[in-house]
């Protein structure tokens, strides 16, 4: 859940910089605040003092099937993605 708002914000960044039309920047902002938003639905969020200075809890609501789906698309998404990396 969380690398998709860091994509998103990669994404965002670049397009600022390259002067790019305020219709996409716009609909490119709106689709980060809801990966924001989505992150926060599931997610308990506490700042730290020591690095990484952020961390992450699931919430109790999503740690049901929910969780249990998410790993088991993400070990079969491994197997199609990294032969493809190397």
Same mark, same amino acid.
């Given at each position: 859940? !969380? /690398?998709?708002?860091? /994509?998103? /914000?990669? @994404?965002?960044? *670049?397009? %600022? $910089?390259? $002067? /790019?039309?305020?219709?996409?920047? !716009? ?6 605040? @809801?990966? @924001?938003?989505?992150? =926060? =639905? #599931?997610?308990?969020?506490? %700042? @730290? ?6 961390? &992450? ?9 929910? &969780? =249990? *789906? $998410?790993?088991? #698309? ?9 032969? &493809?990396? !190397?």
């Amino acid at each position: 859940i !969380f /690398t998709s708002i860091v /994509t998103q /914000t990669i @994404i965002l960044l *670049y397009l %600022f $910089d390259n $002067d /790019t039309s305020w219709l996409i920047l !716009f609909s490119s902002s709106i689709g980060l605040v @809801i990966e @924001i938003w989505k992150v =926060k =639905k #599931a997610m308990d969020i506490s %700042f @730290i003092p020591e690095p990484p200075y952020v961390k &992450l809890h699931y919430k109790q609501s999503y740690k049901s099937e929910t &969780l =249990k *789906y $998410d790993q088991l #698309a993400m070990k079969y998404l491994q197997y199609v993605l990294y032969p &493809l990396c !190397f």
